[in-house]
């Protein structure tokens, strides 16, 4: 087992502890024992609560705490306010109150969406995380943030909500399908390439493992990112600075998840958008001339599927991404590699780079192109 703690500074300071464990999950009740409650709310989507949902309430029983289920359809589609008020109104009339804690088991899209629950009933209540895709292992559910999608934008609507413990049971991925695995590894390379030089070359040499699911290849690949977005949540805990690095290949990643109805996976989308933003890097002057090939040999190596495939519209593009978060004064911001390991710093020492229209298209055109040769040359 391994066990990290992350120190969130504020009114009042928070701290919390992730937990990497085989077997973790029958063991929830011992931890939400830790967490004292009147009852415990376990929030999962309709996937997860076929498989798991029974064992986490076994658990939880076993150690003398009063559980309920509560389900919503699986889809990024289902992470909508619709959803969200519909469970803070079972809450209510199941007689849940101010004294309760949210349990939330499942993906990404569970992490957010009963976050976001967590945060906003009554106020706020508790919540913790127990995430079931790699995904969401290596990254969403470390940081506390929450939220819904809106008007087409991911995460439009949401909040930081810190969670109390993270359990992480590395056995649940067995029931993964392999495409959805592969997808999350893309979220470790992120990782990597903006913070640790030393794990982007574990990944290279260990894509071949991580993209056959090997066990312990895998507890590696969490265990490592997991601890880098545990110091930069520390650092930066409600994204005023330093986390925004945490975005690199988000800012169109996210746009092509949207333009593609959600059809195209989280971690498939930063890949490609990693693929392009440090293309984009490097027609700037920003990044280093042999980045993006590597960052392109290691998506290959751990089985990540080429998304962009021609045609594929800038112009649309841009417009899915100007709605964006990351968006300030209605200026895109781009996180940009100086080399792996290192992101590239603005002239005041910010950590994200506006570029302007004309030159941003210019760039970005020729970022598309180098994506698209890369991919027929990959072939």
């Not at 495409?179 to 071949?208: L, M, T």
């Not at 392009?276 to 990044?287: F, H, I, Q, S, Y």
Request: glycine share 12%.
């Amino acid at each position: 087992m391994t066990s990290l703690r992350v120190a969130v500074p504020g009114r009042p300071a928070h701290e919390y502890e992730i937990r990497v464990e085989p077997g973790g999950l029958d063991r929830l009740g011992d931890t939400c024992a830790g967490i004292p409650a009147h009852r415990y709310a376990l929030i999962a989507d309709s996937h997860v609560a076929a498989l798991y949902s029974d064992r986490a309430l076994a658990s939880l029983a076993k150690a003398g705490l009063d559980a309920d289920l509560f389900t919503f359809p699986a889809g990024e589609w289902n992470k909508s306010g619709a959803e969200w008020a519909r469970l803070c109104g079972e809450l209510r009339i199941e007689g849940f109150g101010r004294d309760s804690v949210v349990v939330a088991l499942g993906g990404g899209v569970t992490g957010d969406l009963a976050g976001f629950v967590a945060s906003t009933f009554m106020r706020g209540v508790p919540v913790i995380q127990v995430p079931t895709t790699l995904l969401s292992m290596v990254d969403s559910s470390v940081g506390g943030k929450t939220g819904i999608d809106a008007g087409q934008v991911k995460n439009a609507v949401g909040t930081f909500h810190h969670p109390s413990a993270v359990i992480i049971d590395p056995e649940l991925l067995g029931t993964l399908p392999k495409y959805q695995r592969v997808s999350g590894i893309a979220e470790a390379v992120k990782a990597a390439a903006i913070r640790d030089e030393g794990f982007f070359e574990w990944i290279e040499e260990h894509s071949g493992a991580l993209r056959d699911g090997e066990i312990d290849a895998t507890a590696g690949l969490i265990e490592r990112s997991v601890r880098i977005k545990a110091q930069v949540v520390a650092e930066d805990p409600e994204e005023r600075g330093l986390r925004a690095i945490l975005n690199f290949g988000h800012t169109f990643g996210h746009a092509l998840e949207s333009l593609s109805g959600f059809s195209v996976l989280h971690g498939e989308a930063v890949a490609a958008g990693m693929r392009m933003e440090v293309r984009l890097g490097e027609c700037v002057g920003a990044t280093d001339p042999d980045v993006g090939q590597r960052i392109d040999e290691v998506i290959a190596g751990c089985g990540l599927p080429e998304v962009l495939e021609p045609p594929l519209d800038l112009g649309a593009l841009l417009d899915r991404a100007r709605p964006d978060k990351k968006a300030r004064g209605g200026e895109l911001r781009w996180v940009l590699l100086a080399e792996l390991g290192r992101v590239a710093l603005g002239p005041n020492g910010e950590v994200t780079h506006a570029i302007p229209e004309a030159e941003c298209r210019g760039a970005l055109e020729a970022a598309l192109r180098g994506a698209f040769e890369a991919a027929d040359s990959d072939a």
